[in-house]
């Protein structure tokens, strides 16, 4: 009886100790599977991308995941993600870059990433250079010539938008201009005919949004309108 009772105990012991191994297993290998399925949810960045945002606020326009939905599109973000980790956000190269890339999107029929990089772009621009900056105004331009096939009214709100910065960086330069044989005396390196052809840069890209602004009316049939901003356009040239 004793060793009977013994071995009972024994092999009861057994079972519960395997019990415990299965379940700690099982543990295991759940808790092996969710770390996994995080990693692959935090891998997002490409390889290439630089470990270290320069800023914080500008986590939200770091370069995406390679999920781009053309070749073009994937293969111009490899290439941007490297000009970034080796120049920084701050660099004109990288806003000549995304707006080249918007600009080779849009050519190649893909508006989506065109204006992802446009957009992109647009937020560098605001943060180094300010929300006036006249750069932001050719970002605004090329994201209208996207829009159009998309909503007429969108692409003239970001005419318009472009216009106003135009016509604000107009009129700082051209009241500059009153002083600017004083500033010729004083500053060898400031040039009258410089700031002369940036006047006539910035009418030429003025009349143009409103041609184009004009355009988009005509299309809609509103006629009075098109024929107001063509009359304006007509006054700059």
């Not at 599977?33 to 770091?62: E, F, N, Y």
């Not at 446009?118 to 331009?141: F, K, M, P, S």
Request: hydrophobic share 40%; net charge positive; charged share 25%.
């Amino acid at each position: 009886n004793f060793f009977a009772t013994l071995s009972t105990a024994f092999f009861a012991a057994a079972i519960s100790l395997s019990s415990f191994v299965v379940r700690s297993s099982a543990r295991s290998t759940k808790g092996l599977m969710t770390v996994r399925k995080g990693a692959a949810k935090s891998s997002c960045t490409s390889p290439d991308a630089p470990s270290r945002p320069s800023s914080p606020i500008l986590q939200r326009v770091r370069s995406r995941c390679p999920n781009d939905a053309s070749p073009l599109a994937a293969t111009l973000r490899k290439h941007i993600v490297k000009l970034r980790a080796k120049f920084g956000d701050r660099h004109p190269a990288i806003y000549d870059a995304l707006n080249d890339a918007g600009r080779a999107c849009f050519e190649d029929g893909n508006q989506v990433d065109s204006l992802a990089f446009y957009e992109e772009a647009l937020a560098l621009q605001r943060y180094y250079l300010g929300y006036a900056h006249v750069r932001n105004a050719d970002t605004h331009c090329a994201m209208a010539d996207v829009f159009k096939s998309k909503s007429l009214n969108r692409s003239v709100e970001e005419y318009a938008t472009a216009l106003g910065l135009y016509e604000f960086e107009l009129r700082e330069i051209q009241g500059s201009s009153l002083y600017i044989d004083e500033w010729s005396e004083g500053v060898p390196d400031l040039d009258a005919n410089v700031a002369l052809g940036s006047i006539l840069d910035l009418q030429c890209k003025t009349a143009s949004c409103l041609n184009r602004i004009g355009n988009i009316r005509f299309e809609q049939r509103r006629f009075d309108d098109a024929s107001t901003q063509y009359r304006k356009s007509l006054k700059i040239i």
